[in-house]
């Protein structure tokens, strides 16, 4: 069974497959939820952000201003540095959702854990699940 919750699992698929991959919504399917619940000039956090496309279209498409994505993998983090240094909307930092004491408490306007909400968007009452 894949261990999902370590780093060098993650670290070892995202060296064979660096390519973007979403699991099931873009922004635009998503957009409507976070705009709902997200401002576009409030900083936000994106955990486990891996190599999505979401918050570069959420910069580029939607007008949001400040997103720092981590993840667990500092192979994904440093390949999604170099992918979008010149996005200064966006930041990348190693760190496990489990434990992110570098972050005080009220540090983020919001915190979007784009693989829940993808799970959550799969099944009955979708929208409303959400």
């Known amino acids: 069974m894949p261990q999902y919750g370590?780093?060098?699992?993650?670290?070892?698929?995202?060296?064979?497959?660096?390519?973007?991959?979403?699991?099931?919504?873009?922004?635009?399917?998503?957009e409507p939820i976070i705009r709902q619940y997200f401002k576009q000039e409030g900083r936000m956090l994106h955990v486990g952000a891996g190599t999505s496309q979401l918050q570069l279209d959420?910069?580029?498409?939607?007008?949001y201003q400040q997103i720092v994505n981590t993840d667990i993998s500092a192979v994904v983090v440093k390949h999604m540095q170099e992918l979008h240094h010149n996005v200064l909307q966006l930041t990348y930092r190693v760190g496990d959702v489990r434990s992110m004491p570098e972050f005080r408490d009220d540090s983020f306007?919001?915190?979007?854990?784009?693989?829940?909400?993808?799970?959550?968007?799969?099944?009955?009452?979708?929208?409303?699940?959400a």
């Open 6 to 30: 370590d780093a060098s699992y993650w670290d070892e698929r995202y060296q064979r497959e660096p390519t973007s991959f979403d699991w099931y919504q873009k922004y635009d399917g998503l």
């Open 58 to 63: 959420m910069v580029q498409q939607g007008g």
């Open 109 to 129: 306007d919001g915190i979007l854990d784009k693989g829940t909400l993808d799970a959550v968007l799969c099944g009955k009452n979708a929208a409303y699940n």
